[in-house]
C-alpha cells in the first residue's frame, strides 16, 4: 500500500484547493478571507527567512511591510504614477534599511536583534505620523477609480485573489530553492548553532544579512500588495507592532522554518481572527491580542516546533495504523 | 612549520588566563596538550581556532598570519575544530550536519552531498539518522565528520575522546589514526593519558597559564613539575612502584 499522503498529493491538493477556492467559494466574506489568507502568507512566508530558517527573530518586520505599503500610494500621490511603479522603490528602500539594522545588530550576540526591529519600526512608525509628505497621521489614498489595467483597481475580489496568490507561489519557490542549496544549509546551521556555523567556515554575518534582505523584500512586496488591494494607507495599518507580531505568530504557529508552516498558520489564524471580528465586531478588537498571548502560550508550551512539524511527527504513525489496517 | 603560535598571552580582565605560550607544529604531527581544570590549555586552544583573539602574541598558519582572523577565515585557511561539548545542528540529520562542512570547498550541492557521504562513511555514522537522535559518542563522532568535510589541514580536537567507554574509546583512537593517516596535522587536548600516550609524539603541559613542560609523552610524565601540577602523587607512587619491580 503507498503512503495515503505522498509528498507530491501533499503540494499538489493544497495548490489545487488554493486555485479552486475562488470557484467554490465566490462570496464576498469568504473572497475576502481568501485574500486576506493569502496576504498573511506571504509576509509570514517572507518572515520565516529570516525569522524560521535563519532563527533571527524580527519583532519589527513592519517596518518592511511599511515601506512596501506607502511607496506605492506616495508615486501615486506625487507624481500621479501608477501605484504599481513604487513597488521596485519600496524593494530597494526595504533591503536598504535591512542593512543599515542588520549591520550594527549582527555583530552582536542575544537578543539586539530583535530589540533593534522593535525599535526602529515604532521609530520609523512615529516619524511617519509626523511627515506631512507621507500625509502624517491622517495617511495616504490611491486612485478612487482605475485609469488604466495599470491601477490594479479591481472591483471584484478574484484578480487580487489570483495576482496575490502568483506572489506566494514566488515566494515559496524561492524558499524551496534556498532549502536546497548551500544558503538555506547555512541558516538552518546559524540557528541551531553559530558557534560551530562559525568553525566550519559559514560566514555568520554576511548569510544572515543575505537573508534579512531577502526577506525585507518579500515584506515589503506584501505591504504593496495589501495597499494597492485597499486603497488606503495610514502609520497604524503600515507600521504597528500587530502587524509585525501576526506575522512571527504565523509562522511559529505553522512551524518556522518549515517551507508550508507559515500556510499551515494562517489557514489556522486567518479564519478564526475573521470570526471573532465578525462575532464580537469593534467591541472585539482586544480580543486579537488575547488570541496571540494564546498562541504564544499554547507554542511554546505544547509545540514549539509548530503544528507543521506535529503533523510530521503524528503523519507516520497514522500511515501505519492504516497501514496494519 | 604548518602552525607558528609565539609568546601567545590572553587576558580576561586582570586575570591572564594564558602566558606567553609558543607552540609550533610541523605538518603531520600529532600533539598533545595537558593540564589540570583551569590550567589556561582550553583558552589557548580557542586562541588557535579564532574564536578568542589573543591579547598579546601571533599565530601565524601556512605563513599566513592569523592572529585575529575570524574563525570562519581560519577554516578557509584550513584549521578545523570540534568542541568540548559536542554541537550538533539538532534538527539536521547526519548527512546534512556533515554537508554543512562540505559546502566550504564544494559549493553545489551534489558535489558536497557525494563529499559528505564518503565522511559519513568513513567515520561509520548511519547518514540519515537525525542528529538529536545520537549519544555523546555518536555526536563526537559526528562533530568530528563535518570538520573533516571542510578538509582541513590543521585538526584540534577539544576533548573528544573524554566520556567515551573502553570500547568507544578504542574506536575513536582508531579514527583519529585513520584521520592522521589521510595527512591531516591534529593538535589534541585531552585529559585520559591513555589518549595522550597512544597516539601523540609531543606533549605540552599547562599550568596556570604557562607551558610548564614539552616533550615526548614518556619524558614529559616523568617530570616533578608536570607530577606536582597535573599527575598527582598516586602518579609518582605507582611510577615509583613501577621502579622498584624492575
Not at chain 2, 606533549?203 to 607530577?227: D, M
Amino acid at each position: 500500500m503507498k503512503p495515503f499522503l505522498s509528498s507530491r498529493v501533499s503540494v499538489v491538493l493544497p495548490a489545487a484547493a488554493l486555485l479552486l477556492y475562488p470557484l467554490i467559494l465566490s462570496g464576498p466574506f469568504y473572497l475576502d478571507i481568501g485574500v486576506t489568507f493569502l496576504l498573511a502568507a506571504i509576509s509570514a512566508s517572507a518572515w520565516n527567512i529570516v525569522g524560521g530558517y535563519a532563527g533571527q527573530v524580527s519583532v519589527g518586520h513592519s517596518m518592511f511591510f511599511g515601506i512596501g505599503a506607502y511607496m506605492p500610494l506616495l508615486v501615486y500621490t506625487l507624481w500621479g504614477w501608477p501605484p504599481i511603479a513604487g513597488i521596485p522603490i519600496a524593494i530597494v528602500l526595504a533591503i536598504g534599511l535591512a542593512v543599515i539594522v542588520g549591520m550594527p545588530t549582527f555583530r552582536l550576540t542575544g537578543h539586539y536583534f530583535s530589540m533593534a526591529t522593535i525599535a526602529v519600526a515604532e521609530l520609523i512608525r512615529i516619524f511617519v505620523g509626523t511627515w506631512d509628505l507621507v500625509g502624517a497621521a491622517i495617511g495616504l489614498q490611491g486612485p478612487a477609480r482605475a485609469r488604466g489595467w495599470w491601477d490594479l483597481t479591481f472591483r471584484s475580489e478574484i484578480p487580487y485573489y489570483y495576482i496575490f496568490l502568483a506572489v506566494l507561489g514566488i515566494v515559496l519557490l524561492t524558499t524551496a530553492m534556498i532549502e536546497r542549496r548551500r544558503f538555506g544549509f547555512y541558516l538552518r546551521a546559524i540557528k541551531a548553532s553559530e558557534r560551530a556555523a562559525r568553525s566550519l567556515g559559514v560566514p555568520v554575518r554576511q548569510t544572515k544579512l543575505q537573508a534579512l534582505a531577502l526577506s525585507a523584500a518579500f515584506t515589503a512586496v506584501a505591504g504593496s500588495l495589501y495597499v494597492i488591494k485597499t486603497g488606503f494607507i495610514d502609520p497604524d495599518s503600515a507600521f504597528g507592532i500587530l502587524i509585525s507580531v501576526q506575522m512571527l505568530i504565523i509562522a511559529a504557529l505553522g512551524g518556522a522554518g518549515t517551507l508550508f508552516g507559515p500556510l499551515v498558520g494562517a489557514l489556522i489564524l486567518i479564519p478564526l481572527q475573521t470570526a471573532t471580528n465578525s462575532l464580537f465586531g469593534g467591541g472585539g478588537s482586544g480580543l486579537t491580542y488575547i488570541l496571540y498571548g494564546g498562541i504564544i502560550v499554547f507554542i511554546a508550551r505544547f509545540e514549539p516546533g509548530g503544528l507543521f512539524e506535529l503533523w510530521q511527527r503524528v503523519a507516520p504513525r497514522l500511515r501505519k495504523r492504516l497501514h496494519a489496517a | 612549520m604548518l602552525l607558528e603560535a609565539s609568546k601567545v598571552s590572553k587576558a580576561f580582565g586582570e586575570f591572564l588566563a594564558v602566558r606567553g605560550a609558543d607552540l609550533n607544529v610541523g605538518e603531520g604531527e600529532i600533539i598533545g596538550l595537558i593540564g589540570p581544570n583551569g590550567a589556561g590549555k582550553s583558552t589557548f586552544f580557542n586562541c588557535l581556532a579564532g574564536e578568542t583573539m589573543p591579547t598579546t602574541g601571533k599565530i601565524v598558519f601556512a605563513g599566513q598570519d592569523v592572529t585575529q582572523a575570524l574563525p570562519e577565515v581560519r577554516a578557509r585557511a584550513g584549521i578545523g575544530r570540534t568542541f568540548q561539548v559536542p554541537t550538533t545542528f539538532e534538527d539536521m540529520s547526519v548527512l546534512h550536519n556533515v554537508m554543512v562542512g562540505a559546502f566550504l570547498r564544494h559549493p553545489h550541492r551534489n558535489d558536497a552531498r557525494e563529499h559528505a557521504r564518503r565522511i559519513v562513511e568513513l567515520t561509520g555514522l548511519a547518514p540519515d539518522r537525525a542528529a538529536r537522535s545520537l549519544g555523546t559518542p555518536g555526536r563526537k563522532r559526528l562533530e568530528i565528520a563535518r570538520v573533516l568535510a571542510t578538509e582541513p589541514r590543521l585538526l584540534l580536537l577539544d576533548e573528544s575522546l573524554a566520556g567515551l567507554t573502553p570500547t568507544e574509546l578504542q574506536d575513536a583512537i582508531a579514527l583519529v589514526r585513520r584521520i592522521h593517516g589521510m595527512g591531516i596535522t591534529i593538535v589534541i587536548v585531552e585529559h585520559i593519558m591513555e589518549v595522550i600516550m597512544t597516539l601523540t609524539k609531543r606533549v605540552l603541559v599547562f599550568n596556570q597559564g604557562h607551558v610548564i613542560a614539552s616533550g615526548t609523552p614518556e619524558s614529559v610524565v616523568r617530570e616533578e613539575a608536570v607530577i606536582e601540577a597535573y599527575l598527582g602523587r598516586g602518579h609518582r607512587r605507582r611510577r615509583d612502584r613501577g621502579q622498584q619491580n624492575a
